[in-house]
């Protein structure tokens, strides 16, 4: 008889004599026809199988040479035997000892169910006896090897479930011996662990056997980061006792319960489950610790996935089976208990006649025929905690899974949430088969908010269609109205898995969710809410609570009462966007945050800003603003940064440019530049749509700004034209605040002409004026900008800060008394007062950091950097300019502080005789001078490179920047005597040179 030896090196015998198939291709052919004996394999799979990615062009024709060879080595038979049908080639092969060995198991396992352990011995050590090696070990080709694998796996299972007869027919020694080397190649096969400690303890080996569990548990262990499962965890437990049960639960492994079904419900698993791996094992380990666990999380967020991932790999643990069901909790009717019940209880053994009419008495025997069993039950998609409660058991595990919270089962709750980018962007190019640039790929995840449902959809899409590529899907999901619409896919909408939780919702849940969806930030507060709402606060909590239970808000931050921070998916805010929008809620949302704002700035420290009248019949407001301002401020910031543009947008001018007012101060002091160059800008934007006071304060705003990103040319002409508009509408404070603003960017352009005489129509005002803490404060300002412009008249400093610090000290304008601090400062520098400086710039930085304003300290710790310089502490200087230097890197509103840090660490190198490094060090900082347009600073390091080059004695640089220095001079309308100075001592270096 003809017959083929398949595992081991592929032989084709007649009787026992061997017979020559041919060459590799020949044999290689043979051996993938002969895996699939009596099986039609297609022409192209059998070229796949044996050539793979390297068919030649000949192939066709050596095909038929080896299909040829194969017939002429099965002789007479051989047209017979391998014979071409419509659907491809058959080999019908009489015997082969695959087949011999698939037999021989599948009888083993029946004999052992029959309760015929000898015969099942006898049928599983036939089965091993054919292995001779792993199938068709002698070829290489590339169809073999997933059959390969498969019957690696079976030979494994087929050794295992020998040494199971060997346990339960009591001969543990051949079993020690074969998991010693079986070990060696497969340490992390946990059934082996299991048979050798059980073994070593039958055969009495105690100490060796706990030694081996121990080893195994730890190998397991540090390999998988898991615990092993309960069934080698119990048998540790059970070495030096009785062994029988554990024998008998090794007996169960193969021949089961005969009178307990052993129900697999899983559903099929996903072929392309990409990441989750914490999450995967955080599941796991709690399905291990038993009890009931749940995955709740946005409908489409992968729920069911890796539920059913997570029961897979805990399977072991439950050697009793797995039940497994859909609730539909999605779905219009969702399944009813009772008729989940009845096939539950069907699936555990229960005939169809013994199964009761009623619920509860279903309920009772389902949880009788669980009690003792290791089950692992799966109720999939639960409407609520009472969808599910009749279907828990008495004891054991149970996962269930859900879009609402379900806090009333008192399990371990595993909120899910969405895939991370790097997880997002390897199952889109999985899925699709595209490779495209990875910026790309992050855009694309990030538009479909990195809901696995919407990542398979675009994925899905993309590989069925091959001319929608990447940037034509990101094309299509651009557009915030139309993507929801892109994110659909046969049945699969993304929409409809939104919708169905929406329709859910109470009507103010529903409200509260489009509120949230308009705002324009991705975090807000449960005060936010309030304001766009009109809910009082208990009201607000139950909603929000409504709203977080149905997984369409998620609890972002702690917070007391109204504090409580919340966030709202991206693809939920545009769904929600999509409804029909509620115009006056908006509004009175955007009134009550500035209400808020007003509330905030009761407690403001400086009048500097002089803030906005209160407009009329605002709603209430945010009650943290008032009791915690700052930190009502530092959590709202970027909704009140946003909030001017969407205000504009919805004919809300002046409110939005009042609520920049009122939080200009603040914004300030935490030096926010960038936030606030945005707010302005969109103010700017919005002008055309405003009334002539509303223009006058939005150029107030807008020049503010510009001085703060230091775009003092762009700022002049908006200030002034703020300056007149408050003077037309009868305000002098407000105009009066613009001249100090309007003084120190003159005084910044060069100007000191037109900064004094600012200040000097400031005076002037402020005399005719009713003496008050706001007039004494911005008497103070006024001061101060005087101060700033005593350039050479140290005396006259001293004194104009010293009178702006006794006028903030009476206003208690605290911003003011920290600047004058400075400003007392530099006057006794310039006098020689090093110790009087640096105590009074410490002081100075301490009154900033009291009130948050950070660009004070920050300045303030340039000021005593150059203090310490000047006074001869070099080391001090030195180390403070590298952290100013450090620190203000990439702050672009923090240019000019940076470029004096730079000047002072150009003149600490200078004067320890690094005349290279200084003068490298003063040219980057001039180049960068000028680029950011500081005429005054262009001047400073002007003035230290020619030092620089006069200390070289390099006297042709020296006098080139002595000359430009002179030039900038004659172009203003000021003067500087250092520069005078400096070209004396070159003449004079150069006479005695």
């Not at 309007?742 to 060069?750: M, P």
């Not at 020619?946 to 006098?959: I, P, V």
Request: charged share 25%; proline share 4%; net charge neutral.
């Amino acid at each position: 008889m003809i017959r083929a030896e398949l595992l081991g090196p592929v032989r084709l015998l007649t009787g026992d004599t061997p017979v020559d198939i041919g060459g590799v291709r020949a044999r290689a052919v043979f051996a993938v026809l002969a895996v699939h004996s009596g099986r039609p394999v297609a022409r192209d799979q059998l070229i796949d199988a044996v050539w793979g990615a390297h068919t030649p062009k000949t192939v066709a024709n050596q095909l038929q040479i080896a299909v040829h060879r194969v017939r002429a080595a099965l002789g007479g038979d051989g047209h017979r035997l391998l014979r071409l049908e419509p659907a491809g080639y058959v080999l019908g092969l009489p015997r082969t000892d695959l087949a011999d060995f698939r037999r021989h198991a599948a009888e083993g396992t029946a004999a052992a169910r029959r309760g015929d352990w000898h015969g099942a011995r006898e049928s599983f050590h036939a089965a091993a006896a054919l292995w001779r090696g792993p199938l068709a070990g002698d070829l290489d080709a590339p169809g073999l090897d997933d059959v390969r694998a498969t019957v690696d796996e079976e030979r494994l299972t087929v050794l295992e479930h020998r040494m199971v007869t060997d346990i339960a027919a009591g001969h543990p020694s051949p079993v020690i011996a074969e998991t010693t080397g079986l070990l060696g190649r497969y340490p992390l096969r946990e059934r082996l662990w299991h048979l050798r400690v059980l073994a070593l303890a039958m055969a009495g080996r105690t100490a060796e056997a706990a030694a081996g569990h121990a080893l195994a548990v730890r190998t397991l262990a540090e390999a998988t980061g898991l615990d092993p499962g309960r069934e080698l965890r119990d048998l540790g437990t059970a070495l030096g006792t009785d062994l029988a049960p554990a024998i008998d639960g090794v007996r169960a492994w193969l021949a089961g319960t005969r009178r307990r079904a052993r129900p697999m419900e899983l559903p099929a698993e996903i072929r392309d489950f990409v990441g989750r791996e914490r999450e995967l094992a955080a599941l796991a380990a709690a399905l291990r610790g038993g009890g009931v666990v749940t995955v709740t999380g946005l409908g489409g967020i992968g729920k069911t996935a890796l539920a059913a991932r997570a029961a897979r790999t805990v399977l072991d643990a439950f050697p009793d089976g797995c039940l497994f069901t859909d609730l539909r909790g999605a779905d219009d009717e969702p399944r009813d208990p009772h008729g989940v019940l009845g096939a539950f209880l069907r699936s555990l053994g229960v005939s169809a006649d013994a199964v009761p009419a009623g619920l509860d008495d279903r309920v009772a025997l389902y949880r009788s025929v669980l009690a003792g069993r290791r089950v692992l039950v799966v109720l999939d998609n639960a409407v609520d905690a009472a969808h599910v409660t009749p279907l828990l058991p008495g004891s054991g595990t149970v996962l269930v899974t859900s879009r609402n919270s379900l806090a009333g089962l008192d399990a371990a709750d595993h909120v899910l949430g969405s895939l991370t980018d790097a997880e997002a962007a390897a199952l889109v190019t999985r899925l699709s088969g595209r490779v495209a640039d990875s910026g790309d790929i992050a855009t694309l995840v990030e538009l479909t908010g990195r809901l696995p449902l919407a990542v398979r959809i675009v994925a899905a899409r993309m590989s069925r269609r091959r001319d929608l590529d990447v940037r034509r899907m990101l094309a299509r999901l651009a557009d915030e109205q139309g993507r929801l619409d892109e994110l659909a896919d046969g049945d699969r909408r993304v929409r409809s898995c939104i919708d169905i939780g929406y329709r859910r919702l109470g009507e103010d849940a529903r409200r509260m969710l489009r509120a949230a969806a308009w705002l324009p930030v991705g975090e807000f507060s449960l005060g936010t809410l309030m304001g766009f709402t009109g809910l009082p606060l208990a009201a607000a909590e139950r909603v929000a609570g409504e709203l977080e239970d149905a997984q369409f808000l998620t609890h972002a931050a702690p917070g007391g009462a109204t504090a409580a921070r919340y966030a709202v998916h991206d693809l939920v805010r545009l769904f929600a966007r999509g409804e029909p929008a509620d115009e006056a809620a908006r509004v009175r949302g955007f009134r009550a945050l500035l209400a808020s704002v007003i509330a905030a700035d009761g407690r403001r420290t400086s009048w500097q800003f002089l803030p906005p009248d209160v407009p009329p019949g605002l709603p209430e407001p945010d009650e943290a603003a008032a009791g915690d301002p700052r930190g009502w401020y530092d959590a709202q910031r970027e909704l009140i940064a946003a909030a001017p543009g969407e205000m504009c947008r919805i004919g809300e001018v002046d409110a939005a440019w009042r609520l920049v007012g009122f939080a200009l101060d603040y914004f300030d002091r935490a030096y926010l530049v960038s936030e606030l160059a945005s707010m302005s800008a969109r103010l700017q934007a919005a002008g055309d749509r405003a009334d002539a006071y509303s223009r006058v304060n939005i150029d107030h705003i807008r020049g503010t700004v510009l001085r703060f990103e230091v775009r003092f040319a762009e700022a002049v002409p908006l200030l002034r034209a703020a300056r007149a508009g408050f003077r037309r509408h009868g305000e002098p404070l407000r105009a009066l605040g613009t001249c100090f603003e309007l003084a120190t960017t003159y005084k910044h352009l060069g100007k000191g002409r037109l900064a004094e005489a600012t200040s000097d129509w400031a005076d002037a005002v402020l005399a005719g004026l009713e003496p008050s803490p706001v007039t004494v404060a911005l008497a103070g300002w006024t001061a101060l900008a005087r101060a700033n412009r005593m350039l050479g008249d140290p005396e006259r400093e001293y004194a104009f800060a010293g009178r702006a610090l006794a006028a903030f000290t009476e206003s208690g304008d605290l911003a003011g008394r920290a600047n004058a601090l400075a400003g007392c400062g530099a006057g006794n520098l310039k006098l020689g007062r090093f110790d009087a400086a640096i105590d009074l710039y410490l002081q100075a930085q301490d009154a900033h950091a009291a009130i948050g304003e950070w660009y004070g300290v920050a300045y303030c710790s340039m000021l005593l950097a150059n203090a310490r310089y000047l006074s001869g502490d070099l080391d001090a200087a030195e180390a403070a300019v590298r952290e100013i230097l450090d620190e203000t890197r990439e702050v672009v509103a923090m240019r000019e502080l940076r470029l004096q840090a730079m000047r002072i660490g150009s003149n600490v190198m200078r004067a320890r005789g690094r005349l290279d490094e200084a003068y490298a060090q003063a040219e980057e900082a001039l180049a960068l001078a000028r680029e950011w347009d500081l005429p005054l600073r262009v001047l400073d390091l002007l003035l230290v490179l020619g030092k620089t080059a006069l200390l070289a004695a390099d006297f042709e640089r020296a006098r080139f920047h002595t000359a430009a220095g002179l030039a900038q001079l004659a172009r203003g309308d000021r003067a500087d005597r250092r520069f005078g100075e400096l070209l004396a001592a070159i003449e004079k270096a150069e006479a005695e040179a």
